[in-house]
């Protein structure tokens, strides 16, 4: 898969989806993206709280 940018809209999917303890590897498939792009994401965002998309 290409490298694109992710929405807000996208941020918030991942956000919903790591709530209901979904996998990284699911999370890419489920939103079209590559698992790696998912990882990379989470670890940048990731606070004390978990994932904080408002802040991507």
Known sequence: MKYQQL?????????????DKVS?????????VC???????LRR???VDGYQPAVA
């Open 35 to 41: 698992k790696s792009t998912d990882s990379w994401e």
């Open 24 to 32: 990284q590897a699911e999370i890419g498939r489920r939103l079209g």
């Open 7 to 19: 929405t807000e809209g996208l941020r918030y999917q991942i956000a919903l989806l790591c709530e």
């Open 45 to 47: 965002n990731r606070s």
